[in-house]
């Protein structure tokens, strides 16, 4: 039905917008923003959508109701650990009820302990919020609601921070 030439030309478009689909599909994933410190944060008084790799400094649960109910966890505030930081400059990360109980439920019996000194890298909106005690303070907060925007990337590691603070790696050299 069709000519050799005419499936040689149709064979050639296929590939043409294959080879076009992944140059761009490999052009956006480039574009893709590396993710914001909360110093960065801080400095720029960032607001909006963002994703965010931060060190635990401090969890607490946040307990509204003081009702323990079995396989039920409370919401957690995760406080970003950020070196040099004002009295009142925070990063805070909000866990809700639903996302604490559904890592309880994968296992994890202690959502405040496991998150406690790992880096996170958390999308979402990043919003400010005043505190009523101290108006000059800058608390910028992201609200985790779903599984999916919560990421535990590693530990931190000694071997990490020696190698950014003298540029020495602490393994042995390969020969």
């Known amino acids: 039905m069709f000519s050799a030439s005419s499936r040689a030309v149709s064979l050639c478009a296929i590939v043409v917008v294959a080879v076009v689909g992944s ?7 480039e574009k893709k923003e590396k993710p914001l410190s909360p110093e960065t944060i801080l400095k720029d008084q960032f607001e909006g959508k963002a994703t965010v790799e931060l060190e635990v400094g401090e969890v607490h649960t946040l307990n509204i109701d003081s009702i323990f109910v079995p396989d039920v966890s409370h919401a957690q505030i995760i406080k970003a650990k950020i070196p040099g930081a004002k009295v009142g400059q925070e990063v ?4 809700s009820r639903e996302v604490a109980t559904r890592i309880l439920k994968l296992g994890i019996e202690d959502p405040a302990e496991h998150f406690r000194g790992k880096i996170l890298r958390v999308s979402g909106t990043v919003e400010p919020v005043k505190k009523l005690s101290t108006p000059s303070a800058m608390v910028y907060r992201i609200q985790v609601t779903n599984l999916d925007q919560l990421e535990s990337i590693r530990k931190p590691s000694l071997s990490c921070r020696t190698q950014r603070w003298t ?3 602490d393994r042995p050299e390969i020969e």
């Open 167 to 169: 540029g020495k790696a």
């Open 92 to 95: 805070l990360v909000t866990v």
């Open 23 to 29: 140059a761009l599909t490999g052009a956006a994933d």
